[in-house]
């Protein structure tokens, strides 16, 4: 049997090829058309991997999207209505462009890959969840997700056991950890859903003088859910700005300008800021590993890249072995949904 998972419209497209459960190619669309975070439908992607394969599209016996686009559809309806008038930009940017080409994404699939075969449809955090556990050489295990925002989840957990996935909590947009950790990479001068890893990078060259401040962004709860401040925070209401006048009144500077010098200050948040990350990450793995009662945790979700948080959560959390899935991100939706069906 061969399933063909696939992630594409929003960032990092692409293409996953399961027979009869095993993993034979998979591919983001990025490394064949050469545009980073490429967010088209992973066309190349998906004929890598039906070449490794050596079959056509008449041979897949599933095709499968990594998230509902309905609810997520429905989120950023919510959302707009919520905030309106000042999220009338987002509508203007977003919401015509989901109505004419993106709502039916069953058709819209059909038709770049020539097939009228049937479409099924994960969910977001099921995919990621998926894409570590039954990727993973536990027999059983934790899962944690987190990114930055799925339909409406931004962080769930759970427990895989044998083929089965049982998410248990889950935090919804707009808290999110991910969102938190992009709203401090864009005020470091950084673009957002790319270069989270610069952030990560600059962080051991600071201090934790802004850890005080970052926690006021938290309402941190001891079994790991978590608020966020959102008078903080744009993202609700803006496609441009991810965090609002009266963050960069609590740090005291105004956002960093792109290619500006790097200094003490920026280097001080970006420790500051992955401190209170690890701080919210390692509660719910702690939450985790006591309710379940399990030695193991698999993690994903764009947020999973984050190794210092990772080896933390391990080394702290009283885990034995971790497995964090290495395409934690969207394109890992891709192999999860695959491996799910
Ligand atoms: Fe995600």
């Given at each position: 049997?061969?399933?063909?998972?696939?992630?594409?419209?929003?960032?990092?497209?692409a293409?996953?090829?399961?027979?009869?459960g095993?993993?034979?190619?998979?591919?983001?669309?990025?490394?064949f058309?050469?545009?980073?975070?490429?967010n088209?439908?992973?066309?190349r992607?998906?004929?890598?991997?039906?070449?490794e394969?050596?079959?056509?599209?008449?041979?897949?016996?599933?095709?499968?999207f990594?998230?509902?686009?309905?609810?997520?559809?429905?989120?950023?309806?919510?959302?707009?209505i919520?905030?309106?008038?000042?999220?009338?930009?987002?509508?203007?940017?977003?919401?015509?462009?989901?109505?004419?080409?993106?709502?039916?994404?069953?058709?819209?699939?059909?038709?770049?890959?020539?097939?009228?075969?049937?479409?099924?449809?994960?969910?977001?955090?099921?995919s990621?969840?998926?894409?570590?556990?039954?990727a993973?050489?536990?027999?059983?295990?934790?899962?944690?997700?987190?990114?930055?925002?799925?339909?409406?989840t931004?962080?769930?957990?759970?427990?895989?056991?044998?083929?089965?996935?049982?998410?248990?909590?889950?935090?919804?947009?707009?808290?999110?950890?991910?969102?938190?950790?992009?709203?401090?990479?864009?005020?470091?001068?950084?673009?957002?859903?790319?270069?989270?890893?610069?952030?990560?990078g600059?962080?051991p060259?600071?201090?934790?003088?802004?850890?005080?401040?970052?926690?006021?962004?938290?309402?941190l709860?001891?079994?790991?859910?978590?608020?966020?401040?959102?008078?903080?925070?744009?993202?609700?209401?803006?496609s441009?700005?991810?965090?609002?006048?009266r963050?960069?009144r609590?740090?005291?500077?105004?956002?960093r300008r792109?290619?500006?010098?790097?200094g003490?200050?920026?280097?001080?948040?970006?420790?500051?800021?992955?401190?209170?990350?690890?701080?919210?990450l390692?509660?719910?793995?702690?939450?985790l590993?006591a309710?379940?009662g399990?030695?193991?945790?698999c993690?994903?979700?764009g947020?999973?890249?984050?190794?210092?948080?990772?080896w933390?959560?391990?080394?702290e959390?009283?885990?034995?072995?971790?497995?964090i899935?290495?395409?934690?991100?969207?394109?890992?939706g891709?192999?999860?949904a695959?491996?799910?069906?």
């Amino acid at each position: 049997m061969h399933v063909l998972g696939l992630s594409c419209f929003y960032h990092d497209s692409a293409a996953a090829l399961l027979r009869d459960g095993v993993l034979v190619a998979a591919a983001e669309e990025e490394r064949f058309t050469r545009r980073k975070h490429d967010n088209g439908f992973p066309s190349r992607a998906v004929a890598y991997c039906l070449r490794e394969a050596g079959i056509d599209i008449e041979a897949v016996d599933h095709i499968v999207f990594y998230e509902k686009p309905l609810p997520k559809f429905g989120r950023i309806i919510e959302t707009v209505i919520g905030e309106w008038p000042r999220s009338f930009p987002v509508w203007i940017e977003g919401v015509p462009q989901w109505l004419v080409t993106k709502l039916d994404h069953r058709s819209l699939i059909q038709r770049a890959l020539g097939t009228r075969k049937p479409v099924l449809f994960s969910s977001h955090h099921l995919s990621h969840a998926a894409s570590a556990f039954l990727a993973s050489p536990f027999e059983d295990a934790a899962i944690l997700t987190t990114d930055g925002v799925g339909e409406w989840t931004t962080t769930a957990w759970g427990v895989g056991r044998g083929t089965g996935i049982e998410m248990r909590q889950e935090i919804r947009f707009p808290h999110s950890i991910g969102l938190l950790f992009s709203a401090l990479t864009a005020y470091l001068g950084f673009r957002v859903n790319d270069a989270e890893w610069k952030v990560m990078g600059l962080a051991p060259y600071g201090r934790p003088r802004y850890v005080d401040q970052f926690r006021q962004l938290v309402d941190l709860r001891p079994d790991g859910s978590f608020r966020l401040d959102l008078r903080y925070f744009a993202y609700c209401y803006s496609s441009r700005r991810m965090f609002t006048r009266r963050w960069e009144r609590l740090f005291g500077q105004p956002p960093r300008r792109p290619e500006a010098e790097l200094g003490e200050f920026h280097a001080d948040l970006a420790h500051s800021g992955q401190k209170v990350v690890e701080e919210i990450l390692l509660a719910i793995a702690r939450h985790l590993r006591a309710t379940t009662g399990l030695p193991n945790l698999c993690v994903a979700g764009g947020v999973g890249l984050n190794s210092v948080a990772n080896w933390r959560m391990l080394r702290e959390a009283g885990f034995d072995r971790i497995f964090i899935q290495p395409a934690a991100g969207d394109s890992g939706g891709a192999l999860g949904a695959a491996l799910y069906v």
